[in-house]
């Protein structure tokens, strides 16, 4: 049997120059910078095998490649060049073997990739575990503090906890169908079948562990706070595109005709995750976890487009649509906001509290301006791709008939508008403090935040073209 | 590129400008954003070149349809009618003027004081543009973004809470609509966001009440409708003039607008029932923002509150909504728009003299400053809808319109009337009258130039307004008539579907 092996290419060459990384470290001594370029050449090989060779073609039916895959990894390898980027300029004064950060960083993207294309449920389930296990391990790094550790510890700890579930729903689905092919468990997943049921829910609550939705959300604050800020930058954004991507997937292939009896309890969560989210984030005077808060909220949305499936016809490719394209906005502005806490640097550190960022615009105008665009993309105001992204998930919830969902997804960003703009209020109707001094971080990461900022403004724009990649990807698997 | 698309990009041009010019001196910024507004005022008025075409028919002019997003039935589809463009010429107007009275109280990031009336001049153009329900969302919630900057940087005192009220109250009022226009593009099956598309369909009537509400409360929150109204004495006591008069002179249209444009078509049979309410709420803040006018000590919250009262005049001439009621409101947006503007240039230049705005403070200021406060009494006579000026035209069309609706209501609301003479010509009375009993108001320069250069033209057109009215009132009736009648064709089938009687089956055909 001749194995295809386009499916897996952009994986096995981020792979490799994963090795490539951690032998040039180990036998090279290889410095910050030279880990970091060759850590971008491979997501760039990886990039350009993707966009110019694209495969439409299978691996024994487990690995699948096609417009849907390329679309999630394209997003992710674009994310992960990113954050290796804000990564490079962070480390430097940290204590970190270089060589060991970003191999694990590579490997956490090999997961990922691997999430996107999995059409079969162990490899998804070994997909999403080489990616949480280099996000635990990256979590702890650099070990300067019990706050790192707490955090990888939490994430360990919940994160095989949720594996557990995703485990079990797998085996149920598995015993519901006899197969653990997606395309041919959607056989055996029908109306009726409790065991098809039974599986569905733990499969969702191991992906809602991951993305972070309530109930489950508990380890999001602390994780996102104890990480250094580049891990948390790469975290919020990378697994929510890998774990939507797969859970896309999952629904679309495997259990979508089952939508009626597990989307209205999705709905119930995701109404649930955007109050939590939001209620959460108004309390919050740290800016890490403001914007931990922030992401579930973002999660509830988010599943928004998975309640929005629980429709017929074009409709449901319409919200997996509707998903992706949020999901790949998000990401891009989310790890924006993160890059301007590595970008500022007020007296020599961090930005830790949102008062650190008071007077900002009269300091650095740029800085504080960009910060501003992608608040209001994450608060959902036009003219921002965040706009354009809950408008369309919103409407595919409404579409699914589920109206209640978008009065409570408009309202609750009604209240995080509260949240993100008194950030703005402190950046440019506050002044700065006396003997507060505000510097930029060397490196490239102002230029990161503001290919950030203005890809927010412009697919708000003209969100056309990436929103017809992504009702071809979304097509693609109907 | 159409004559509309050029009013709402050339405002961002001129932004973009001023982001990227950073050797302009403050002086150069701002004398290059009133050039540019005055050009687009220029601009502005070649929609008139139509006049006759306005006056004869209610169709939209100028229109613009671009794909935007084809797939998802959004397009970009701008047009004016008769309802809209007086709205679109106030605007440029009004922002030229506002950038002038602030010419010298902005002293600190003019910069991004320009750039943020340029926006926002932009985005309140677009509002009454747009004929695409999406597109009017974006600019009705762009128009947010810059007015709360100017609040919460350029205000006073406790301008940070005004700001984040105003942005809450505004986006929680909006976001409701949101959602209603998604289910309004399920519902109809026309899987479009275009207004003129979806005007051709009838939206189940049970569910029209919902949608109406969601939109109502958008809108009278906008208005701003009592009981909804608590945010506007924070946010224009707290603004600065030229944010003042840009809230009051237009923003607070948008309401009535969206009601005329928007609510009443798309769900006529709900407004239908709802009509009695809004005209209740209407009254009600007629008579209760003048009473509260009355016992102000601040000049600046008494005009906010006199606005409040004014607005109620609108709501109920929409509400009663006969021809000549709703001529009457539409009407009386613009001369709200002209003579509240102008109060709250005056008030300014009181704050600017004396750095205060209470009342009390004041006396005996036509000693001192005679044409100012010959300009205010007319400013002031033309608020209180005196005949002869615009106001009295407005305000007598919404009350004769209004009296077959409810008789009761219009008389409730004549005494409102009769209030706001009470608390304007008080408060003049306070403010002008008498001797200078505060020394340190004996020597105040009177108006300048450019404060001469402000006032008059408002004050020619309220004036002009008052006498020439049948200039402006026949295009602003095409588009209010053809409202009403394709309302009223709705409600009229409806109550035929429903008062049908349902014969068993097998028996039709026999009478």
Same mark, same amino acid.
């Given at each position: 049997m001749i194995v295809d092996f386009q499916p897996v290419l952009p994986s096995i060459l981020v792979s490799l120059f994963a090795i490539g990384v951690l032998l040039s470290g180990a036998f090279?001594?290889? +410095?910050l910078l030279l880990c970091r370029n060759i850590s971008v050449t491979g997501l760039m090989a990886a990039l350009v095998v993707i966009v110019t060779a694209p495969s439409d073609g299978n691996t024994g039916g487990t690995i699948m490649a096609g417009a849907y895959s390329a679309f999630v990894q394209v997003s992710i390898l674009v994310v992960a060049i990113l954050a290796v980027w804000l990564a490079a300029a962070r480390l430097d004064d940290d204590q970190v073997q270089p060589h060991e950060f970003f191999t694990l960083m590579l490997f956490a993207v090999v997961g990922m990739l691997g999430l996107a294309t999995a059409a079969e449920a162990i490899s998804l389930f070994v997909a999403l575990e080489i990616m949480s296990v280099a996000l635990y391990a990256l979590c702890a790094m650099p070990r300067t503090g019990p706050e790192r550790q707490e955090a990888a510890i939490k994430y360990f700890i919940t994160g095989a906890f949720s594996s557990a579930f995703l485990l079990f729903g797998i085996a149920l689905l598995y015993g519901a169908s006899g197969s653990t092919t997606l395309a041919i468990m959607a056989r055996g997943v029908t109306e009726g079948n409790v065991l098809a049921l039974m599986g569905s829910a733990f499969f969702f609550v191991g992906f809602l562990f991951k993305v972070g939705a309530a109930p489950f959300h508990m380890w999001t604050p602390d994780v996102y706070q104890g990480a250094t800020t580049p891990v948390t930058a790469f975290m919020a954004a990378g697994v929510k595109i890998a774990a939507f991507g797969a859970l896309g997937r999952v629904v679309a292939v495997a259990i979508g005709d089952l939508s009626g009896s597990w989307a209205p309890g999705i709905a119930l969560v995701a109404a649930f995750t955007m109050v939590v989210g939001n209620l959460g984030a108004?309390?919050? +005077?740290?800016l890490k976890r403001l914007l931990a808060y922030s992401a579930v909220a973002h999660a509830g949305y988010m599943l928004a487009g998975i309640v929005g499936m629980d429709a017929t016809g074009v409709d449901r490719a319409r919200a997996l649509e509707s998903l992706l394209f949020y999901v790949a906005t998000y990401a891009v502005t989310n790890l924006g906001a993160f890059g301007i806490l590595i970008a500022i640097r007020r007296n020599g550190a961090?930005? +830790?509290?949102? +008062?650190?960022?008071?007077g900002l615009s009269a300091r650095n105008p740029v800085l504080a301006a960009m910060l501003t665009i992608l608040l209001i993309s994450l608060t959902g105001i036009p003219i921002s791709a965040g706009f354009v992204g809950k408008f369309h998930l919103f409407k595919a919830a409404v579409v699914a008939g589920y109206p209640g969902l978008a009065a409570v997804g408009v309202l609750m960003s009604v209240v995080s508008a509260y949240y993100y703009l008194r950030i703005v209020v402190l950046m440019y109707m506050e002044d700065p403090e006396e003997g507060t001094e505000y510097t930029t971080a060397p490196g490239l990461v102002t230029k990161v935040v503001a290919l950030s900022a203005a890809l927010t403004f412009g697919l708000g724009l003209f969100p056309g073209p990436l929103m017809s990649l992504a009702r071809a990807a979304a097509a693609s698997l109907f | 590129m159409g004559l509309l698309s050029i009013l709402i990009l050339l405002p961002l041009v001129g932004a973009f400008v001023l982001l990227v010019g950073? @050797?302009? %001196?403050d002086t150069a910024i701002k004398r290059f954003s009133l050039g540019l507004t005055l050009v687009l005022f220029g601009v502005s008025l070649a929609l008139l070149t139509q006049l006759s075409g306005f006056e004869t028919s209610a169709e939209y002019r100028f229109v613009e349809k671009l794909n935007w997003l084809p797939e998802w039935g959004i397009s970009y589809h701008l047009g004016v009618d008769g309802l809209s463009l007086w709205l679109i010429i106030l605007s440029t107007l009004l922002t030229p003027i506002a950038l002038l009275g602030s010419w010298t109280s902005t002293e600190k990031r003019v910069r991004e004081f320009n750039i943020f009336i340029l926006i926002l001049e932009s985005a309140m153009i677009g509002v009454f543009c747009a004929l695409d329900l999406f597109l009017f969302y974006v600019f009705w919630e762009a128009m947010l973004i810059p007015m709360y900057f100017l609040i919460g940087i350029f205000g006073h005192g406790r301008r940070i809470y005004a700001a984040v009220k105003f942005f809450l109250y505004t986006m929680a009022g909006s976001a409701l609509m949101l959602v209603a226009f998604l289910v309004l593009y399920r519902e109809t099956g026309a899987r479009s966001f275009d207004l003129p598309e979806l005007l051709k369909y009838s939206v189940d009537p049970g569910l029209q009440m919902w949608l109406f509400l969601a939109f109502a409360l958008a809108f009278a929150i906008k208005v701003p409708m009592f009981p909804f109204h608590t945010w506007l004495p924070d946010a224009h006591v707290e603004a600065p003039t030229a944010g003042s008069v840009i809230l009051a002179g237009v923003m607070l249209k948008m309401g009535g607008y969206g009601f005329l444009r928007l609510a009443i078509p798309l769900f006529p049979i709900a407004a239908d029932q709802a009509a009695w309410g809004i005209a209740f709420l209407g009254a009600i803040g007629i008579v209760y923002g003048a009473l509260v006018s009355l016992v102000q000590p601040d000049l600046k919250k008494l005009v906010a509150y006199s606005s409040v009262s004014h607005l109620g005049f609108v709501m109920l001439g929409i509400a009663a909504f006969s021809p000549m009621s709703v001529v009457g409101a539409s009407y009386q947006m613009l001369n709200h728009g002209i003579s509240t503007g102008a109060l709250f240039l005056m008030v300014g230049m009181l704050y600017e003299r004396r750095h205060t705005r209470l009342i009390s403070e004041f006396g005996g200021l036509r000693n001192v400053m005679p044409r100012f406060s010959a300009v205010f009494l007319l400013v002031c006579l033309s608020s209180i809808a005196v005949p002869g000026f615009n106001g009295f035209i407005g305000e007598f069309l919404i009350l004769i319109g209004s009296f077959t609706f409810s008789p009761g209501l219009v008389i409730l609301s004549t005494l409102g009337v009769i209030l706001s003479a009470a608390y304007i010509l008080w408060m003049v009375q306070r403010v002008m009258? @008498?001797?200078?009993?505060?020394?340190?108001? %004996?020597a105040l320069p009177d108006l300048n130039p450019r404060e001469w250069a402000t006032l008059l033209p408002l004050v020619f057109l309220s004036l002009f307004m008052g006498v020439f009215s049948s200039w402006f009132t026949p295009s602003i009736e095409r588009p209010v008539v053809k409202i009403i009648q394709d309302a009223r064709n709705k409600v009229a089938i409806h109550q035929a579907q429903i008062s049908m009687p349902r014969l068993p089956a097998g028996t039709e055909g026999r009478q």
């Open positions: 090279a001594n290889a +410095s108004l309390a919050q +005077s740290d961090e930005p +830790s509290r949102t +008062s650190h960022l008071k | 950073r @050797g302009m %001196s009258y @008498g001797e200078v009993t505060n020394p340190k108001n %004996s």
